[in-house]
C-alpha cells in the first residue's frame, strides 16, 4: 500500500514531477494540488487508479526549522501524522472524482458531499492517531491558530455566480468549490478534535478557541465532533470509505446554510434579489 517516503530539500522537484505520473486527475485539480503541496509540510500522494499506490512526501526544508536541539518537536508530529493519513487512505482511489464528472447521475451531488466529507474525516483520524507524537502542545497551540484564521475568514468568498439551479450536474464544479470554501472551518476544527479526542480531552472546539466560542458558527462544533466519533467507531470506513461519512454530511450542510446566509447579508440589496433560489444545499 505505501510504496515509499521521500524526504526532499527540494519540495519543487516533487511538484513538477506530479504531472508526469498517471494519476487520473483533471487539469485544474492537479494545479489546485500543486498550488496546496507548495504551502504543506507533508502530504500522502496517491498514484494510480483503482489500486493506487501512497508515497508519502515531507519538506525537509520546512521540516528542519521545527526541529529542537532536544525534546519533542513539532516536526515529529506532522511525521507522524503524514504516515497515519496512509493508515486510513487505504479506500481512496483518485478516480472518485473523475467518476463523478464522467458519469454524472441524479445522485451526483449527495456523492460529492461524501467525496468533501471524507477530507474532514480524514484530518481527524490522522491528528487522532498522531495526538501524542512530538511537541503534542505546540500541535495543540498550532491547531488553535488555523482555527482563528479560518473564523476570522468566515464566510470566505467564493468564485461569484449566477446560477439558480444546484441540482443539475453542470453546476457540480461550483457545488464543489462552494462546499470547500465554506466547510474550511470544519476541515480545520476537525484537527483539532482529532486532537483533543486522541489526547483523551473532554473539552472540545469551543472551549480551546474563544473565536470557534464566539463565532455564528459555534454551534457546529459538538456535532462535528459526535459526527467524528460515530465514524471512528463505526469501523465501516475499514470497508466503504465513502458511505461511512454519511454522519458528516448534515453538519457541512448547516455550516454551508450559515455561509450562504452571512454571505447575503453582506452582499448589496440589488445582487441578494438576483441570488434568490440559487442555494447550493442539497435537498
Ligand atoms: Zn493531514
Redesign the pocket.
Known sequence: MMKGVTVTFDLEAIVTQIDRVPNHRSPAASERFKRWLRTAA???LTIGGDRPDRYVVLDATFLMTLLRPSGPDLAHNIVV??L??VVFARYRSNREWRDLFDTPRLAWQHRAWLNLAYPIW??YA??RLSAWAGDYAGALFNFQNCIARDIADFPAPSRRTRRIRWDVPAAAPDFIRRVSVATKPLLTAA?LTGHLDGMGIAEGVTHFSTPARTSVLAGCFEPLRIALRTIWEDGRHWRDGKSAMEPLVSVMQEVLRIWEDETEQRQPRSKQSRKAGGRATAP
Do not use: R, S
Request: overall charge negative; proline content about 0%.
Open positions: 507533508g502530504c500522502v501524522h503524514e497515519a493519513h480524514d484530518e490522522a491528528c484537527y
